[in-house]
């Protein structure tokens, strides 16, 4: 294979939790007594991989297409806004190899929760669950996250170029 006909890209995001909000991770409300802080829903696994997927094309930040100072994206569900950066992607002829992501959070416990957000995210973005890996860590206590004031997720996406294959 040629290496112009793949390409990777990384993606981080990290939101603060706070109460009355709810938690959404890749897609999917999770009952915890916090939610995470931001203009959107703050799905901050569905954030890294949409920034993963941009960086791969060298076609920004998800703050340059949804800017956080623009009240459409207020409250938007990001899945939503995944499948927007999907067809960009999509529309400069590349398909997506693979996923691998991990959150970092102290709590809730999200091991009942990943099949769901593979699930979801694979549906969103027409790929097989396979496709998408999610694994869940936490931070040992150290830090802000492993304080449990945030939670953060990083993601690597591999893009194949369909016009080259």
């Not at 007594?33 to 094309?57: F, Q, R």
């Not at 091991?111 to 931070?139: E, F, H």
């Amino acid at each position: 294979m040629n290496m112009t006909q793949i390409r990777i890209g990384n993606g981080y995001d990290i939101h603060r939790l706070v109460p009355q909000r709810a938690l959404v991770l890749g897609g999917i409300d999770i009952p915890h007594e916090l939610g995470l802080l931001g203009h959107s829903d703050a799905d901050v696994l569905t954030h890294a991989i949409m920034d993963a997927l941009l960086g791969a094309l060298s076609l920004g930040d998800i703050g340059h297409y949804f800017p956080p100072t623009d009240p459409q994206w207020f409250g938007a569900d990001s899945l939503i806004l995944l499948k927007q950066v999907h067809q960009l992607i999509q529309d400069r002829s590349w398909q997506i190899g693979n996923i691998d992501s991990v959150i970092v959070a102290e709590r809730p416990k999200l091991k009942p929760y990943i099949q769901p957000m593979r699930d979801r995210i694979a549906s969103v973005l027409n790929l097989s669950p396979n496709q998408v890996g999610i694994k869940a860590t936490t931070n040992e206590k150290l830090d802000a996250v492993g304080q449990e004031a945030g939670i953060a997720a990083y993601a690597v996406v591999l893009l194949i170029n369909l016009d080259k294959v």
